[in-house]
């Protein structure tokens, strides 16, 4: 029990962890991409709003009349000018040392800043981090040189507070980590949900296939209109008919058990009593053909048996040939003719003088019909009459068994060709001879068709398909 709750535990554990898995690499990439838009959105803006200052100054710059003054006053000019906005801005003179600001503040640090570095190297980059020179705030800065025909002279340095973004950008995020959370938490719900449900009919019919392993054949799996569902439909139904076969091999082998000791009962019994000393004649004689019969009823038996297997083997060979089905009817009535007088029933049979050829095992063929006039005889009672004919429908050879006797009961004409069924008659037998005359005579591509009615008798049809010459020369 143990091992198969770890085994059914093992593979919900599997499908919730390939769930799992693949929602968390959903989200996470759909949240990665997300993340990425917001953070280029935001301070993508803030770096385009500060490289557009940049660049609208140094068109100021440019002008005519700023080509005189100094660089210190064209820097404090600048300064003066473009004092209001949101924007800081410094003058940095060659090697990054701070000369003065928007607010007139002078010192005398150096600045040492990734954007001051790719200034004095003649680049313009920006550049974002914690800046001393506001407090270790975070800031979004550019410098940009200032030029004396080639020569680098100074650097204008522009930045800008960045914290509002930042606290934008960041609620933005654990918003998103948080729902990404959220929805992984969900799915792993569902995924546990989704997987006990695929589970439980799977573990269902693990234990009804236990219990049939273990004999209990009354064990069910759970049914559905799913795909799990309808495969435990079909165990179920698989179930029944296993036990319906376990039930009637049951009854076969106790059958059959029954049917062997009667006769070697009788056998042992008449040997003992042949070895006694002066026996009369007439008791030698009727214990010998007690014996001889008693062994002909065996050897059916164990012929019965013998084509079972072979047909459930599929082991029959068939040696094809051209048959005659009327000298086939004529020479099984000649064989069995010698029963009417002992048993009181009439055997006649209805054939016409055209041939009629079909292309089969004449020996199997003669198996089926002999076994069914056998049958015949046996139920019917004295006074009846079994008519055997044989006709043609179309391409189809028709040879038909009926009798007079009792008659089949409903409720086991469908079942009479099955294997080991024997029904409700009491008749000695071992329950294979339909069986085996139907599966012999679809070899032969036939089919055998049983009709019966209570108190009226019984008919047994065989279809055969007429030898392809033979359909011909009807057409």
């Known amino acids: 029990m143990e091992t198969r709750k770890r085994r059914m535990s093992s593979l919900k554990t599997r499908m919730v962890w390939s769930y799992f898995l693949l929602i968390v690499l959903v989200v996470s990439v759909l949240g990665a991409i997300f ?47 473009t004092a209001s906005g949101p924007f800081q801005i410094q003058l940095l003179d060659y090697d990054g040392r701070f000369i003065i600001d928007a607010d007139g503040f002078t010192g005398d640090r150096s600045l040492t800043t990734p954007d001051v570095k790719a200034a004095i190297n003649g680049e313009i980059a920006v550049w974002r981090g914690n800046d001393p020179s506001f407090q270790g705030e975070r800031i979004m800065a550019v410098t940009v040189p200032l030029l004396d025909g080639q020569r680098i002279t100074g650097f204008l340095r522009y930045s800008t507070a960045i914290y509002l973004v930042d606290e934008m950008v960041g609620r933005i995020i654990r918003w998103t980590l948080a729902i990404g959370v959220s929805v992984v938490f969900l799915f792993l719900t569902l995924s546990i949900w989704m997987a006990r449900r695929i589970v439980k009919p799977i573990q269902s019919l693990t234990e009804s296939a236990r219990s049939m392993a273990d004999g209990d054949w009354s064990k069910r799996a759970v049914t559905g209109k799913d795909e799990i569902g309808q495969l435990g439909q079909t165990f179920n139904t698989l179930a029944v008919e296993l036990s319906k076969r376990e039930q009637m091999k049951n009854d076969f082998i106790s059958s059959i058990s029954h049917e062997l000791r009667t006769p070697l009962t009788s056998i042992k019994g008449w040997t003992e009593t042949l070895t006694t000393p002066d026996l009369a004649r007439e008791e030698l004689t009727m214990g010998l053909a007690i014996i001889q019969r008693e062994t002909n009823r065996l050897s059916g038996l164990v012929e019965d048996l013998l084509d079972f297997s072979h047909l459930y083997a599929r082991r029959i060979e068939l040696r094809l040939e051209e048959v005659d089905v009327h000298e086939l009817v004529l020479e099984s009535i000649r064989q069995l003719s010698i029963r009417q007088d002992p048993t009181g029933i009439t055997l006649i049979s209805e054939v016409g003088n055209h ?20 049958n015949a005889f046996k139920f019917t009672e004295k006074g009846g009459t079994i008519t055997v004919t044989a006709r043609t429908i179309e391409d189809q050879a028709i040879i038909a068994v009926a009798d007079t006797g009792r008659g089949i009961d409903p409720e086991n004409l469908p079942h009479v060709t099955e294997k080991f069924y024997k029904g409700t008659s009491g008749q000695s037998g071992s329950g294979l001879g339909l069986a085996i005359c139907k599966e012999l005579i679809e070899l032969h591509q036939g089919t055998l068709v049983v009709d019966s009615q209570i108190g009226v008798g019984t008919k047994v049809s065989l279809r055969i398909p007429l030898h392809r010459e033979e359909k011909n020369a009807d057409t």
């Open 35 to 81: 993340i990425a838009f917001i953070w280029n959105y935001y301070y993508g803006s803030a770096e385009s709003s500060l490289m557009q200052r940049v660049n609208t100054d140094m068109e100021l710059s440019d002008r005519a009349y700023f080509s005189a003054m100094t660089k210190r006053d064209k820097a404090t000019f600048m300064l003066e000018e």
């Open 355 to 374: 041939p009629i050829v079909v292309r089969g095992d004449q020996r199997r063929l003669k198996q089926v019909l002999i076994n069914l006039i056998d």
